[in-house]
């Protein structure tokens, strides 16, 4: 089946840094990837929808300068979290959507194993 | 607005009970509709998705879920669980993007 990747699984950063977190479609190519974030013990929350070579799109309420979405290639879209602050300590997890039509593969997303970061 | 509701938090349950976890979903238009599964440390894990044709779908693991227009729902389902089962459920309607419902605690104990 289809992996996709994150880097780091587990960050810690101190208060007023930027965190860089990396998603990467291993088995194919994505247009669209998603990233979310669950919080301990809640469901996942749709932070944006990363779109390659054009720019994301945001979910209400998430600022779009804080969390910068760069989507560069058709394999990796990267989350930057700038400037954090420990409201910011999350789980971030990305997804990949599947292009249509792809043999083999049985889901239309297939999601990421999830970045811990712990803002102190 | 797209919106997925689940109604069970939290479900605790013996080995070899039944099984039933609400769905429901509110979305005007074509929608696709999923079940994931989450054990504690790991990935999500698709358990079964809905596109169309049959309404009951038969996903791994021995889920099923039966997907009700009319009722907007698309519940999940299992005839018997296992202490294995014990995770976090999580149903998610597709349109453009993907949205989760709030997630069922199942806890199984044997």
């Known amino acids: 089946g289809a992996v996709v990747s994150q880097h780091p699984s587990r960050v810690i950063c101190k208060s007023g840094t930027s965190v860089k977190i990396e998603c990467r479609s291993l088995d194919f190519q994505a247009t669209t990837m998603f990233w979310y974030r669950q919080f301990p013990k809640q469901s996942l929350m749709l932070m944006a929808t990363s779109n390659e070579g054009s720019k994301a799109t945001y979910e209400q309420g998430v600022e779009k300068d804080k969390f910068l979405i760069n989507h560069a290639s058709l394999t990796l879209s990267t989350l930057t979290v700038t400037s954090a602050h420990p409201e910011d300590s999350s789980f971030y997890i990305c997804s990949a959507r599947v292009p249509l039509g792809l043999a083999g593969l049985t889901d239309t997303q297939y999601f990421g194993p999830g970045t811990r970061l712990t803002v102190l | 607005a797209q919106s997925v509701s689940q109604h069970n938090h939290h479900v605790i349950l013996s080995e070899a009970a039944s099984l039933e976890l609400g769905c429901n979903y509110s979305y005007g238009g074509t929608v696709n509709l999923f079940w994931y599964v989450q054990y504690p440390g790991q990935h999500l894990q698709l358990l079964l998705k809905?596109?169309?044709?049959?309404?009951l779908v038969k996903g791994i693991k021995g889920f099923e879920a039966e997907f009700i227009k009319s009722k907007f729902s698309f519940n999940l389902r299992k005839p018997s669980v296992q202490w294995s089962d014990t995770a976090e459920y999580f149903c998610?309607?597709?349109?453009?993007?993907?949205?989760f419902g709030t997630g069922t605690r199942l806890q199984v104990f044997p």
């Open positions: 809905y596109f169309s044709g049959d309404p």
């Open positions: 998610a309607a597709d349109t453009d993007k993907l949205i």
